[in-house]
């Protein structure tokens, strides 16, 4: 389930194209593990997704769904 606050993190991430666990991080004012936990909840329930960069931190992308 996406909560309301899932929600405005994906919108966000739409607006900017791609983000790091940092940027959602430091934009919404929440800890690593509080961040990590939520963009985990965001990707396995599919609005929004982690690419792989070789090499670098994973960005993170808002899908279709």
Known sequence: ????????VVAWIAVIGAV?????MARFGV???VGYRRLRALV???P???RLV???PAPY???CD
């Open 54 to 56: 070789r090499g670098q």
């Open 61 to 63: 992308v808002a899908t």
């Open 1 to 8: 389930m996406v909560t309301d606050r899932g929600r405005s």
């Open 31 to 33: 800890g690593r593990t």
């Open 48 to 50: 929004a997704d982690a």
């Open 44 to 46: 396995d329930h599919g």
């Open 20 to 24: 790091s666990a940092q940027d959602v």
